[in-house]
């Protein structure tokens, strides 16, 4: 199955600043997905990161406050803009191959 | 869109075995997916049932009824470390992304 190095892999951040998560993959893959775990919760989709075009935003999600950007098949980033203690969350990447769904080891966030 | 439901939590006692249900509602069907998380970790890949029956996997076995909107993760010869998380996710009716339910909390006891 496809493997996933996402950085960082935890972050303490001020509000108003952002901060850029990215992923690697070691193979390439076509589908690729952005995901919030808030604490206690359970995953819950953020946008579909589309190499070429513009990412596919859930409802409650927009790329301002959540930039994403997919250069290749192989590499994405998601922004977490403008930060706010609400924002503090694990933030995970995803991508779908032939293998299955692999997930990213995940960025816990702290917002202070 | 989709429901996926399953119990917030159980508790277990060790070696003994439990049944993590979970019921979903999609109108398209692509499969259903157990994961098991730990605390602070990434979910990790347990079972993909797309046809109806048991499929086992040591001391896993995951069972699938797409008539019923079903499906089970039974853990046999509970040990500590099985204590986590178990997500329930199938992939959404447009796109490919899964969505997951709330997840289930598993205590084992000693």
């Known amino acids: 199955s496809a493997v996933i190095s996402q950085k960082p892999s935890r972050d303490i951040c001020q509000r108003g600043t952002s901060l850029t998560i990215q992923c690697q993959v070691d193979?390439?893959?076509?589908?690729m997905f952005w995901y919030r775990q808030q604490p206690g919760q359970s995953l819950t989709l953020i946008a579909t990161?589309?190499?070429?075009?513009?990412?596919?935003?859930e409802s409650g999600f927009v790329i301002d406050k959540f930039p994403i950007s997919r250069p290749n098949l192989t590499f994405s980033t998601l922004t977490v803009s403008n930060m706010s203690p609400e924002d503090s969350s694990i933030y995970l990447c995803?991508?779908?191959?032939?293998?299955?769904?692999?997930f990213g080891s995940g960025t816990r966030l702290t917002v202070v | 869109g989709q429901n996926i439901d399953q119990p917030t939590e159980m508790t277990a006692t060790e070696g003994a075995i439990v049944q993590i249900n979970c019921t979903y509602q999609?109108?398209?069907?692509?499969?259903l997916f157990w994961y098991q998380q730990h605390a602070g970790e990434a979910p990790t890949f347990l079972s993909y049932?797309?046809?109806?029956g048991l499929e086992e996997k040591g001391r896993f076995s995951s069972f699938l009824s797409r008539s019923k909107g079903y499906s089970y993760l039974l853990l046999k010869e509970l040990q500590m470390k099985d204590s986590a998380s178990y997500l329930c996710?199938?992939?959404?009716?447009?796109?490919?992304?899964?969505?997951f339910g709330k997840g289930t909390s598993l205590l084992v006891t000693p």
């Open positions: 990161a589309n190499q070429g075009s513009e990412a596919t935003y």
């Open positions: 193979s390439q893959v076509t589908m």
């Open positions: 996710a199938a992939p959404r009716d447009s796109g490919y992304a899964l969505n």
């Open positions: 995803s991508v779908a191959a032939t293998s299955g769904y692999t």
């Open positions: 049932n797309v046809l109806d």
């Open positions: 999609t109108s398209g069907f692509n499969g």
